[in-house]
């Protein structure tokens, strides 16, 4: 048993999709979420600007005392696995777990993935995919608008800017008859419903947030981590800007409000 709460962190509000999944499958946990939202987006910087950053933020939830920690983003999972796997405690990510439901929801063996640029380039979902079944025909896709526009809220499905946006990156792998298709970034199941109506009921849309939340849960259970339930659950919220422009778009993303307080904090100073 471990008390401690588990750490997770994301560029921004993304990762907040996979503390809801958490939510649900460990409902006693405690967890401390760090949304670096002064420097998001990390998608579209370099290699070495986001493994700098991704660095920074597993030490800040290290100084937290979490008893795992959980990259609740494509980005820094595409870019700093070898940091996270350094770390003092178990360290979790999206890609592996979300590659492995995807290549188990699809029936055609054509599967898409979007992402962010940073994620695509790096090419680690296509790798971890093809390493699962070297004969998945793979089609990537960077969307390096949707995380402003889920950040700054456009989320609606009826949001028509959304909507356009969404159609131009994804009728490519729409033609291809992709069956099956990565969320590869954490922001992205926010706007599934403009997603998956782009690219038709037919397709298994995969959230990485969710998957990567599961094969935690799964591992913390089997590792023998899990806190014994006689401790109040307790859920703490930084950030690098503004706490309420993070409050208030964050319960979108968690489906309820934020209990407690969101504390600024410097990570460059930590
Ligand atoms: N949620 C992050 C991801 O999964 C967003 C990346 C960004 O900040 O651009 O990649």
Not at 32 to 53: A, C, L
Not at 83 to 91: E, Q, R
Not at 255 to 270: A, D, L, V
């Amino acid at each position: 048993m471990d008390n401690r709460p588990i750490g997770v962190f994301d560029s921004g509000l993304g990762g907040l999709t996979a503390v809801k999944e958490l939510e649900l499958a460990l409902p006693k946990e405690s967890i401390v979420y760090f949304g670096d939202t002064g420097r998001v987006p990390y998608g579209t910087r370099s290699r070495e600007t986001v493994r700098t950053y991704a660095k920074q933020d597993m030490d800040f939830l290290i100084g937290q005392n979490v008893k795992a920690v959980l990259a609740a983003c494509g980005t820094v999972s595409s870019t700093a696995a070898d940091i996270g796997a350094s770390l003092p405690v178990p360290y979790f990510d999206v890609v592996v777990p979300t590659a492995k439901a995807a290549a188990a929801a699809t029936k055609n063996g054509k599967i898409g993935i979007i992402g962010t640029s940073a994620t695509i380039h790096s090419d680690s979902y296509r790798q971890a995919l093809l390493a699962i079944h070297s004969e998945l025909e793979v089609y990537p896709q960077a969307c390096p608008l949707f995380v402003p526009l889920v950040e700054n809220a456009f989320i609606s499905p009826q949001e028509e800017i959304t909507r356009l946006v969404a159609e131009r990156y994804l009728a490519p792998i729409r033609e291809k008859g992709v069956d099956t298709l990565i969320l590869g970034c954490t922001h992205y199941p926010i706007i599934s419903a403009t997603i998956g109506s782009v690219m038709g009921k037919s397709v298994t849309l995969i959230d990485s947030g969710r998957e990567a939340a599961l094969a935690l849960a799964s591992a913390l259970q089997e590792q023998g981590l899990l806190c014994d339930g006689n401790v109040p659950r307790k859920a703490s919220y930084f950030v690098t800007d503004d706490p309420e422009g993070f409050t208030s778009v964050a319960g979108l993303f968690l489906g309820h409000s934020i209990e407690g307080r969101t504390e600024r904090i410097n990570i460059e100073k930590i």
